[in-house]
Structures are given as C-alpha cells and as structure tokens.
T-cell receptor, first 117, second 114 residues
Framework: NAGVMQNPRHLVRRRGQEARLRCSPM?????VYWYRQLPEEGLKFMVY????????ESGMPKERFSAEFPKEGPSILRIQQVVRGDSAAYFC???????????????FGPGTRLTVL | AQSVSQHNHHVILSEAASLELGCNYS??????LFWYVQYPGQHLQLLLK??????LVKGIKGFEAEFIKSKFSFNLRKPSVQWSDTAEYFC????????????FGSGTQLTVLP
C-alpha cells in the first residue's frame, strides 16, 4: 500500500526557470494539500485541492505559483520564474473523504527540496 | 483562525531521560490537535491525534499527549527517550473550525545523546 509519492525528491533550478513538483496521493484519497517548509521554520499551508477543483488557495503567493489536481494523474505545483526565496522543501499531503468524527488525518509525502541557484 | 505555539526550539536530552514538549493552541471552538514527527531527511509522520473523548492520547513509539483545556495545552510526553527519537516534532491544529488544512507550530528539534 504505497504512501504519498512526490517527485522529484530534489530539484535544482536557476533563477527565472520553471519548477514543476508532482504529488500522487495515497490510493483512495481524494484530497491533496501542499505545504512549504522554509529553512528553520515549520510547515506553512499553501493550497488544498480535490480532483479538478481548488478548494482553498489562501496560502499561495499571488504571483508565479499555481496548482492543479486533474481528473487523471498527479497533483502538480508549478512555480514560474523561480527566485532564490523559493528555495524550500515542498510537502504534499493527502487525506480520504472526511470521516464522521473529527477532521481528516493527513498523510505526508517525502517532500521535494527545491534549490534555486 | 487557530494557531499553535511551541516554545522549546531545541531540546537536548540523554538517553533514558523523560521528555515533555510544549504545545499551546489558541481557542477556537472545537479543538482537534495533532503531533507529527520528522526524522532527519524523512517526511512527516503522524505520532498521535486528539479529536474528542479521553484527554490522554496514546500514540506510536511510546509517545503520549495530554489535552488540558484549561491551559490550552497539548504537551507531548515520553517517559524514556532513545537515541532514535532524535527528530523534529511539530504540533498542528486545523486552521479554523471548518478547515481541513493544518496550521503547524514552528517545531521543536529534539537531540538525544547516546
């Protein structure tokens, strides 16, 4: 039973290039979350998606960042024209449909470590 | 919006010492609380969670946490730590009552000396 998969694990980009980060949720999970972890900080929420639908993108920077979760295939976090400040670990989490008690438990992937030169 | 604070940024213990990591949350109605652990170079793993009921929650690897409503706290404890517990520990809470996304504390780095 595979967990949350993310690729690539490490990504190096030069300033101005595009970064594409992929996340495949756990089998049976229909909710995907993206978080960013800057050095020496905790995780910060970016965006929450269901299949073909962005539910909450309140944590996404207004420019250059976008996310999608198509009907088929992984969720993708796209960063255009990367800058050095985008260097961070980007974690994806997934959860099943909400249960009858309490919020979802989120299961995290191994993360993608983006380095912008 | 809910928030959590972790006041211990770095804790250093010797093996077999007892552990208590602090987590305080802001009041926001229904409280659901999580502790995650991140071992070096690995992804976050759920240690334990509190939704309702017994305020003393048992988790994996001998960890437990106690929800104390009067103190707005959910401290993580382990009676005897091992070198393999060296990791970063994060407390988290849903961002708001109806939200599914989590707000994380800044984390506590635990170093256990052999």
């Amino acid at each position: 039973n595979a967990g949350v998969m993310q690729n690539p694990r490490h990504l190096v980009r030069r300033r101005g290039q595009e970064a594409r980060l992929r996340c495949s949720p756990m089998k049976g999970h229909s909710h995907v979350y993206w978080y960013r972890q800057l050095p020496e900080e905790g995780l910060k929420f970016m965006v929450y998606l269901q299949k073909e639908n962005i539910i909450d993108e309140s944590g996404m920077p207004k420019e250059r960042f976008s996310a999608e979760f198509p009907k088929e295939g992984p969720s993708i976090l796209r960063i255009q024209q990367v800058v050095r400040g985008d260097s961070a670990a980007y974690f994806c989490a997934s959860s099943p449909l909400p249960g009858q008690r309490g919020p979802d438990t989120q299961y995290f992937g191994p993360g993608t470590r983006l380095t912008v030169l | 919006a809910q928030s959590v604070s972790q006041h211990n940024h770095h804790v250093i213990l010797s093996e077999a010492a007892s552990l208590e990591l602090g987590c305080n949350y802001s009041y926001g109605g229904t409280v659901n609380l999580f502790w995650y652990v991140q071992y070096p170079g690995q992804h976050l793993q759920l240690l334990l969670k509190y939704f309702s009921g017994d305020p003393l929650v048992k988790g994996i690897k001998g960890f437990e946490a106690e929800f104390i409503k009067s103190k707005f706290s959910f401290n993580l404890r382990k009676p005897s730590v091992q070198w393999s517990d060296t990791a970063e520990y994060f407390c988290a809470v849903p961002s708001s009552g109806s939200a599914r996304q989590l707000t994380f504390g800044s984390g506590t780095q635990l170093t256990v000396l052999p």
